[in-house]
């Protein structure tokens, strides 16, 4: 009978060892918002906009835990109401903690490439000056499954590397490298670089975007500079501009932004320079945040006949 108890606590013992050994942190956090926007892209020297009105909502869940030999797993999920219709799904990813041989994730969906998260980083306090004109394209589109590594055990240093597979009609899928250096205070610089050949044979891209901020005092400075070679004739662009925020108190920012889209033509296109002006504000009390912006664009998406100004406002709500 005493081996029968002993056996009975060894296996009690064992069992709360391992559900120790495999114990996980669980967190949920969410938000809401609604927001009213004057024009989108169809609307400067385009046409009407159609409804302005937008809500958006995310349920976030994530989930990490250590293993035996030191290394961390960690899981998110975003469960997003605008796109319940379809999967209902965002922001998949799995990242794998390798200790000083730095992290590999997996984005299962909503990913970025290193160059994709990096073709703006203009300090603003709400949207980027290109909001309402389409951005400057920089960056592989990022479907589902792919990768992306990150090294920073050198001090003031991130290193970067991405893949993203092929969508079927390209075998090469896209690569990208990229380094941020933020070891001196207030100044972040970062460079990466590229190519997308997820389109197809004699479509590849090849890209590159850096980027300069540097905050002082309340101000935060910032200069931008990406380009985009096509092998397709008539499809490369530039995307360079310069940017400033201020933070009047810890609940009130604004922003000021300059850009452009230099665009290349062909024998059926003109050459035709995208720019924006644009200035922003946001006011945030605990959970709930107000933000406004305001744009003037000219030869929006390229065409020189549509120049025009819009402004979007938002409020939004953390949970």
Do not use: C
Not at 20 to 48: H, K, L
Not at 79 to 98: H, K, W
Request: proline content about 2%.
């Amino acid at each position: 009978m005493n081996n029968l108890k002993k056996i009975g606590l060894t296996a009690i013992a064992a069992s709360l060892a391992t559900v120790s050994a495999n114990a996980a942190d669980f967190s949920v956090s969410g938000g809401a918002s609604m927001s009213y926007t004057s024009n989108a892209i169809v609307g400067i020297g385009g046409g009407a906009n159609g409804n302005p009105w937008a809500m958006s909502d995310t349920v976030n869940f994530a989930a990490s835990g250590e293993l035996d030999n030191g290394w961390t797993i960690s899981y998110t999920l975003g469960l997003d109401g605008s796109v319940a219709p379809t999967s209902g799904f965002e922001d998949r990813t799995l990242a794998i903690g390798l200790g000083d041989m730095g992290t590999i994730t997996m984005m299962g969906q909503d990913g970025s490439s290193v160059v994709g998260s990096m073709d703006d980083k203009l300090p603003t306090a709400y949207e980027e000056s290109w909001n309402f004109s389409g951005g400057p394209g920089t960056g592989t589109s990022v479907g589902n499954n792919a990768f992306k590594y990150s090294y920073g055990a050198i001090d003031g240093v991130n290193l970067e590397a991405s893949y993203v597979p092929s969508t079927g009609v390209a075998a090469g899928g896209s690569t990208d490298i990229g380094i941020t250096y933020s070891g001196i205070d207030g100044l972040t610089i970062g460079v990466a670089t590229g190519t997308d050949d997820t389109v197809g044979a004699g479509s590849e891209v090849d890209e590159q975007a850096m980027y300069i901020t540097y905050a002082y005092d309340a101000f935060t400075f910032g200069v931008q500079s990406n380009e985009s070679d096509s092998a397709v004739a008539g499809a490369d662009s530039e995307f360079s501009g310069w940017a400033v925020s201020y933070a009047v108190s810890d609940d009130i920012s604004v922003s000021l932004a300059q850009t452009e889209i230099e665009r290349e033509g062909d024998s059926a296109n003109i050459d035709a320079t995208t720019e924006h002006t644009a200035i922003s504000a946001s006011y945030t009390m605990g959970s709930m945040a107000v933000k406004a912006t305001r744009a003037d664009v000219s030869n929006a998406q390229g065409n020189e006949a549509r120049d025009g100004e819009a402004y979007a406002v938002e409020l939004s709500f953390a949970f």
